[in-house]
């Protein structure tokens, strides 16, 4: 059995299968995906895994969709999965400030969204917060100042590789 099953979009699917430690990861992210996608997503097709970590929600806002809707979609994901892997402990990735979204005066809702999704994610869900380690800084993104470059991804296996470990220990001692 895997360790940790990834879905959501391109910044998950363009880490390719992150280097965290000693933890099997499968990437089943999707680039253009929307939380909607992922609603109606065949979610019983995933591969098993005591973990499943989303990150969906920036896709949205490009889309033009409100925060509430993003909100009530990641909730009913999480609900989702919840449901359909019930031994499977499910997390969520904060949406990343980026460049592209401080242009476009998206980093306010990003906010609302993350700390009304924290909020939900309460002891049920785990919920990590990228922009601890991006801080909308610009050298972590590649020129479309929405993707995350090679070595962003580095920093990230670093940064977020004990945290999983320590996530996958302390549910394992329960």
């Not at 009913?76 to 949406?95: D, E, R």
């Amino acid at each position: 059995m895997l360790d940790i099953v990834m879905i959501g979009s391109s910044i998950f699917e363009f880490w390719g299968t992150p280097k965290w430690s000693s933890l099997a990861v499968s990437n089943n992210a999707i680039r253009s995906t929307a939380s909607a996608d992922w609603l109606q997503a065949d979610l019983t097709k995933l591969p098993e895994a005591r973990h499943i970590i989303v990150y969906c929600g920036s896709n949205d806002l490009v889309f033009g969709n409100d925060s509430l809707h993003i909100i009530n979609n990641v909730q009913l994901l999480l609900k989702q999965l919840k449901t359909t892997f019930p031994a499977t402990h499910i997390g969520y990735f904060s949406i990343i400030k980026c460049p592209q979204k401080q242009a476009a005066n998206q980093l306010g809702v990003i906010d609302e969204i993350n700390s009304r999704i924290k909020d939900f994610c309460g002891n049920q869900y785990r919920y990590f917060e990228f922009n601890d380690f991006i801080t909308n800084d610009p050298k972590w993104f590649v020129d479309d100042g929405l993707h995350l470059t090679e070595q962003a991804y580095v920093m990230l296996d670093t940064k977020i590789a004990p945290i999983l470990q320590q996530w996958r220990n302390d549910l394992a001692n329960k």
